[in-house]
């Protein structure tokens, strides 16, 4: 896939814990990426994230099950930056640090918009905001006429935020002189990480749920059996 701007890569960063990496994830990355023509998504499994408070499997797991969940996508990558960083994980570090790394490409955070209303309690989020492009993408129960105003964010175009409440489609509004803030409302997902540890904790079938590979490595390593 070409980019758009001369010679310039369009990068998109999905985060996560992914525990366990599953379809919804995957089918976020393609509607992402074909909204926005990335060239590549960069999958990026957090390593000690500050928010969560549920114990996560070792990152050398989540590591693997990414990577086998990516071998069928060639525009997929996976990213090690956080787990491979001492201490919590912090997308305004990670962002920064990619910005480094990457000097000459187009970065696009995407977040859902559930975490993206969580984005106060973040490690500077005004900063974050100014860092790269962001894409917050459609979750259930979180509307994006609700999502707070943050930095060079300001709800200023309401109607459209009220608009892709109602339906789907993408509207996009400049945050600085170089990045933008892009609204993509895809259909809702149902594939909930939680629902699956349960189903795996409780021996249930996770058929079209997650890719067969980590699945099969999730059974190897009964990583989600309860002691």
């Known amino acids: 896939m070409l980019s758009a701007e001369s010679g310039l890569m369009r990068i998109g960063l999905l985060g996560g814990t992914f525990n366990p990496i599953h379809h919804g994830h995957l089918s976020v990355a393609e509607a992402v990426q ?4 990335l060239d590549r998504i960069l999958f990026i499994p957090s390593g000690n994230p500050p928010h969560k408070k549920e114990a996560i499997p070792p990152a050398e ?8 969940a990516l071998l069928n996508h060639s525009d ?10 001492p201490g919590k994980s912090y997308s305004v570090e990670t962002i920064s640090e990619l910005k480094h790394r990457r000097p000459d490409d187009r970065l696009f955070f995407i ?4 975490a993206f209303s969580d984005l106060p309690t973040w490690r500077e989020p005004e900063r ?10 459609s979750r259930p129960h979180h509307p994006f006429s609700a999502l707070p105003d943050i930095g060079p964010f300001r709800k200023t175009n309401l ?36 629902e699956i540890r349960r189903r795996l904790a409780a021996g249930k079938e996770t058929k079209n749920l997650l890719p067969e590979p980590v699945a099969s490595y999730i059974i190897k390593n009964k990583i989600y059996v309860t002691p």
Do not use: W, Y
């Open 159 to 194: 109607p459209i935020l009220h608009e892709l409440d109602q339906k789907q489609g993408m509207a996009t509004l400049p945050l600085t002189a170089k990045t933008s803030i892009h609204f993509v409302s895809i259909p809702p997902n149902p594939i909930s990480a939680s």
């Open 34 to 37: 074909k909204k926005l023509h």
């Open 111 to 114: 977040i859902g918009t559930d």
């Open 76 to 85: 997929f990558e996976l990213c090690d930056i956080e787990v491979k960083r």
């Open 128 to 137: 974050l905001l100014s860092l790269c492009d962001f894409v917050v993408v």
């Open 61 to 68: 797991h989540r590591l693997e099950m990414t990577r086998l």
